[in-house]
């Protein structure tokens, strides 16, 4: 029988309504931190199951010839097709590879493995994987720890790494500062373990690699667009910062529509791949009179020099692959709110023809419209004027 979660206890004291409060916060962080890791685990183990398949059908595959090299391509177009999440090709290669470096996690899965088809054998196949050497050496935390204590995403991060070393120190440490993804990639770009084996006083290394790191959140979190699509969520959920964000979002996209200035909404939190990178930008609209793509992002922050850079990047990418005959190139519009500051800035990616800046300026709101609204609505939802 499954061993049931034990239930965080409350003192014996009286209890009173503070103590109720209190109660009722622990069981539901308690049980939203059960759901994450029931969740994290469920993904991971279905990627390195798949990875696990395909090197099982390359090894002994009726009709692997027919493919050849071709065979992610042509297996990732029909998983598409059968619209199973996140299995393009580059993930395919990810899988295989998580595979590949860690088959110890065969102890891990083998309960929960369906029926396989045709025969196929997954676990000698792994078995036969650590015999002949091809995995990593077991110099990291076991493979339980990997797989119920991190979320793919942190370990897509590590697997990417060709250093066995090096994965194995960003697996312990990552492990041991309970780090976020965003702070695993900020660490492995900082060159924490070139630094860490340079420096005499690694414990002090530690302390300020450590200082005022993003941890990982021990409610359910769902912010991983892995786990978005994975669940069959809307991914707008998946990447709001925050409740201010979110709630400026749907208010923006009220204010462009009610313009009546021809925004269509094609959009929200739209994701896209370039490179090894998915990125999402936060409304897309449609312009009829101007037959266009508007990107639209927000950042309830500062502006910064990177913020442009983001924008104009989505920017180009829409003119490459969505772009049809007809169309105008897409228009980005950045916004940044602080405290006691609002920037709007419009990003054009090559429109040489003046007649059509010249018609957008009329047909898109103004910067002080939107500065004003921007203002307005975080002094409204905050409380602060």
């Known amino acids: 029988m499954p061993r049931k979660p034990a239930i965080p206890k409350t003192p014996a004291a009286s209890l009173d309504f503070a103590a109720l409060v209190e109660a009722i916060r622990r069981v539901h962080d308690h049980s939203a931190a059960i759901a994450k890791r029931a969740v994290n685990t469920s993904l991971t183990l279905r990627n390195w199951v798949i990875g696990a398949y395909i090197a099982e059908y390359e090894l002994r595959g009726a009709d692997r010839a027919e493919y050849g090299e071709g065979l992610l391509n042509v297996l990732a177009a029909r998983l598409t097709d059968l619209r199973v999440s996140n299995c393009n090709r580059r993930q395919l290669y990810r899988y295989l590879r998580f595979f590949r470096l860690y088959p110890e996690i065969v102890r891990t899965v083998s309960p929960l493995l369906p029926d396989l088809p045709g025969g196929m054998e997954l676990v000698p196949t792994a078995h036969r994987l650590g015999k002949v050497g091809t995995a990593s ?71 300020m690699a450590n200082q005022g790191v993003e941890h990982a959140e021990p409610r359910l979190s769902i912010r991983d667009p892995y786990i978005f699509e994975f669940l069959g969520l809307k991914a707008r959920e998946a990447v709001a910062e925050s409740d201010l964000e979110q709630a400026l979002l749907e208010n923006l996209q009220d204010f462009l529509l009610e313009l009546g200035h021809g925004f269509c909404l094609e959009a929200r939190q739209k994701s896209i791949v370039i490179g090894d990178t998915r990125g999402f930008v936060d409304l897309v609209f449609y312009h009829r009179i101007l037959r266009c793509h508007v990107l639209v992002e927000l950042k309830v922050d500062e502006f910064h020099h990177e913020h442009i850079g ?75 004027f």
């Open 137 to 207: 050496p077991q110099l990291g935390p076991p493979a339980n720890d990997l797989t119920n204590r991190l979320s793919y995403s942190h370990l897509e991060l590590i697997v990417d790494l060709d250093d066995p070393l090096k994965r194995a120190f960003y697996e312990i440490e990552c492990l041991r500062g309970n780090w976020s993804v965003r702070a695993l990639k900020r660490q492995i770009a900082s060159l924490y373990f070139e630094r860490s084996g340079l420096s005499l006083d690694k414990d002090k290394l530690s302390a």
């Open 310 to 384: 983001q924008l104009n990047t989505y920017v180009a990418w829409f003119k490459k692959n969505m772009m049809r005959e007809g169309d105008n190139p897409p228009i980005g519009l950045l916004l940044c709110t602080g405290k006691d500051h609002a920037l709007v800035e419009y990003a054009l990616s090559a429109m040489p023809q003046r007649l059509f800046v010249s018609k957008y300026q009329l047909e898109l709101p103004s910067k002080e419209a939107l500065q004003q609204f921007l203002d307005h609505k975080r002094k409204e939802m905050t409380g602060v």
